[in-house]
T-cell receptor, first 114, second 113 residues
Framework: DSGVTQTPKHLITATGQRVTLRCSPR?????VYWYQQSLDQGLQFLIQ???????AKGNILERFSAQQFPDLHSELNLSSLELGDSALYFC?????????????FGPGTRLTVL | DQQVKQNSPSLSVQEGRISILNCDYT??????FLWYKKYPAEGPTFLIS?????DKNEDGRFTVFLNKSAKHLSLHIVPSQPGDSAVYFC????????????FGAGTQVVVTP
């Protein structure tokens, strides 16, 4: 158990819908990261927040957005969903925000878009 | 553009023998490297890391070697155990960026009795 929690574990929805994925980081961690793992791709970095502020952005679609709240939990919002958005979405957290620290991953949310 | 490459999608090794996983990178700005292990239906689990000022880091059965001139790193697992059967990801972080990680495609390791 990494100490990072993600809800829900599974999500099934239809094209065009909007969903929210939630992540609670490990106690004491200030940084939260979101990654997407599709069947035909490896883990792709989406976005990073540090202490409530956006710090780094990867290939995140404009239909996707995220935020980190004062209690440090984070939400990833996916809207106008398409079939290709079906994937595993992982949240990770770390103590600091720079690259010299390990990121600890949650169990993931499996999103299926029908 | 895949900047971190794991060219072996799978590796089969006998229990008790050494597992060697390889990873190549193209971005010379990467200076922190990590290995993660992933079981099905779970998130990646951190195994071991190395910064570019070192060429070796050891933690129990796991050793990571870094060859900066060749832009190559490897993970050695000795001795391999059945519980080591998993997908192993190599990841790298550039020094000029907040901590996003770039991952390789992963290597599926199967440890046979």
């Amino acid at each position: 158990d990494s100490g990072v929690t993600q809800t829900p574990k599974h999500l099934i929805t239809a094209t065009g819908q909007r969903v929210t994925l939630r992540c609670s980081p490990r106690s004491g961690d200030l940084s939260v990261y979101w990654y997407q793992q599709s069947l035909d791709q490896g883990l792709q970095f989406l976005i990073q927040y540090y202490n409530g502020e956006e710090r780094a952005k990867g290939n995140i679609l404009e239909r996707f957005s995220a935020q980190q709240f004062p209690d440090l939990h984070s939400e990833l919002n996916l809207s106008s969903l398409e079939l290709g958005d079906s994937a595993l979405y992982f949240c990770a957290s770390s103590v600091a925000g720079t690259g010299y620290n390990e990121q600890f991953f949650g169990p993931g949310t499996r999103l299926t878009v029908l | 553009d895949q900047q971190v490459k794991q060219n072996s999608p799978s590796l089969s090794v006998q229990e008790g023998r050494i597992s060697i996983l390889n990873c190549d990178y193209t971005n010379s700005m990467f200076d922190y490297f990590l290995w993660y292990k992933k079981y099905p239906a779970e998130g990646p689990t951190f195994l071991i890391s190395i910064s570019s000022i070192k060429d070796k880091n050891e933690d129990g059965r796991f050793t990571v070697f870094l060859n900066k001139s060749a832009k190559h790193l490897s993970l050695h697992i000795v001795p391999s155990q059945p519980g080591d059967s998993a997908v192993y990801f190599c990841a790298a972080s550039p020094r000029d960026s907040w901590g996003k990680l770039q991952f390789g495609a992963g290597t599926q390791v199967v440890v046979t009795p």
